[in-house]
């Protein structure tokens, strides 16, 4: 298949995305058990209160930045489902930009397709848009951020890495591999960076961009750390994240510092969560629980990130992905939106993949699956039935824990290790030897 099929593809899926809205409004109104998502009715309140003149914050439960209430505005005006369509677009975008990232590196026409249908076509993605879900948005903005470190443009990389963290907090698990990435041998000023291409039957990378030997003076090691590119980024990013903070803070007070940032690092959830903190959490829940008790449930996250990021940091898009399975999987809040973070990113690594479907794939898809539905089990005993079952659901957080373990494993054992970028001067040897 061609780009052609592609556009089809997008085409398809923007017209079923319409349908699922339109149903979703029937279901609504006429069923007992809503289509939409309790999360959109929410930001559509804080929208509202944000359209009056009030503090979106007024609204009880709204823990997002206040640009989330900002595009939904219209939905008091031109109609309910607007954030709907705009979370369903930026669903469509990521598909488009999955493609081109795939395009830039090369990817053959029908491996580029199928990949881009992973997202598209999958059950997870193509609802949470359409219930009124707004992680779309920060995926198509990270996928963005990958394209433009890819075409060179570190600025315009920085700019939306620093607004993303402000709109969703966990994209800081990224800072350290794009800084490891910006390499000075390989982004070099007013030069863009040589990407290495996909090939078809493509061993484990011997030699890196950064396979080369230096003289180590203690001013060579600073001077490799502490590049302009390194320090633009670092310098634009954290610029754009404490102005849009500060903005806010200013019109919003405490209640914006507390509830769309420091919030989401301490918080506790005792219900409708897949992590194994989940039972202690239960039991502590009326208790007053230490900030010191809150974030070392950080620490095995923090361990897990660096040795992922060291291992995999040039290899970007992979780095992504294992980094946000790994976050996603230890933290102490999971809830079925989180895995979308890491479904958008998914497309990316497939093309470099030695997994086969049958029965290794299958294998992983089943496990994954067969977890979560044994949770939801649990799950459905507890808050529908009434059922005491709180050590079961414990019981079950530890299988998905361990289902995840063992999914993320089988990838990286059958992922071909490809860096996205080419040093500059192993690229230039490549070349001297070819013209002699």
């Known amino acids: 298949m061609t780009s052609v099929g592609v556009r089809s593809l997008l085409l398809f899926s923007a017209l079923f995305r319409v349908i699922l809205i339109v149903y979703g409004e029937w279901q609504d109104s006429h069923m007992e058990v809503r289509y939409t998502d309790v999360d959109y009715v929410v930001f559509s309140d804080a929208a509202s209160l944000m359209a009056s003149g009030d503090s979106p914050y007024k609204r009880t439960t709204y823990r997002y930045s206040p640009l989330l209430a900002f595009l939904l505005i219209p939905n008091s005006i031109i109609h309910r489902s607007w954030g709907k369509f705009l979370f369903s677009a930026s669903d469509l975008l990521v598909g488009l930009f999955i493609q081109s990232i795939l395009k830039l590196r090369r990817v053959p026409d029908k491996l580029c397709t199928f990949s881009v249908m992973v997202w598209l076509l999958n059950p997870f993605t193509f609802t949470i848009g359409t219930r009124g879900n707004c992680e779309p948005i920060v995926c198509a903005m990270i996928l963005w951020i990958i394209i433009c470190l890819m075409n060179g443009n570190v600025l315009q990389a920085a700019f939306w890495y620093g607004l993303v963290v402000h709109f969703r907090i966990y994209p800081i698990i990224y800072a350290l591999p794009i800084i490891l990435v910006l390499d000075p041998h390989i982004f070099q000023s007013g030069q863009k960076p040589v990407l290495s291409y996909w090939t078809a039957g493509q061993g484990k990378t011997t030699q890196s961009s950064t396979d080369v030997t230096y003289h180590c003076t203690m001013w060579t090691v600073l001077r490799k750390i502490f ?210």
Request: proline share 3%; charged share 15%.
């Open 227 to 436: 590049t302009r590119q390194r320090i633009m980024f670092g310098l634009v990013s954290g610029i754009v994240f404490l102005s849009f903070t500060g903005f806010f803070f200013y019109l919003y007070g405490r209640a914006f510092l507390h509830e769309a940032l420091l919030y989401h690092l301490t918080r506790t959830d005792p219900r409708h969560n897949f992590s194994i903190y989940f039972y202690h959490i239960y039991l502590h829940y009326e208790q007053k629980i230490s900030v010191v008790e809150k974030l070392i449930s950080f620490l095995p996250q923090f361990m897990v990130q660096l040795v992922l990021i060291f291992c995999f940091a040039q290899d970007l898009p992979f780095c992504f992905f294992v980094q946000t399975v790994a976050f996603v999987a230890f933290n102490k809040v999971i809830t079925a939106q989180y895995f979308v973070w890491f479904f958008c990113l998914l497309p990316l690594i497939l093309p470099w993949s030695n997994m086969k479907l049958k029965w290794e794939g299958i294998c992983c898809i089943f496990v994954w699956m067969g977890a979560q539905i044994h949770w939801l089990m649990w799950g459905y005993m507890l808050e529908f039935r009434g059922k005491n079952v709180f050590l079961q659901l414990w019981m079950a957080s530890l299988v998905f824990l361990a289902a995840n373990t063992f999914v993320l494993i089988m990838i990286i054992r059958r992922h071909r290790h490809s860096p996205v970028f080419k040093g500059v001067e192993h690229t230039s040897s490549k070349n001297a030897i070819k013209l002699e």
